[in-house]
């Protein structure tokens, strides 16, 4: 029970980074920053979150244009 308690600590410390800047992000859009300097800084965060999702073995699966595979692709919608 105390390791189900725990252990997404070290992606939640992972994540809490990105988190930050993403909160940097959307103070620097409120206070009129340029678009292309907003596109950067978030563009920035989306590979900083990548990158924490590699870090923790979650990669993408590929499903665009792939035929539906039921042992690695879940039907959510049809």
Known sequence: EEQRTYQSLPLVRDLLPALDNLRRAVEAA??????E???????MVLKQVDDVFVKHGATPI???GVAFDPHVHEAISQ
């Open 30 to 35: 409120q206070s009129g920053s340029s678009v």
């Open 37 to 43: 300097s907003l596109k950067e800084g978030v563009g």
């Open 62 to 64: 590929p499903a665009k």
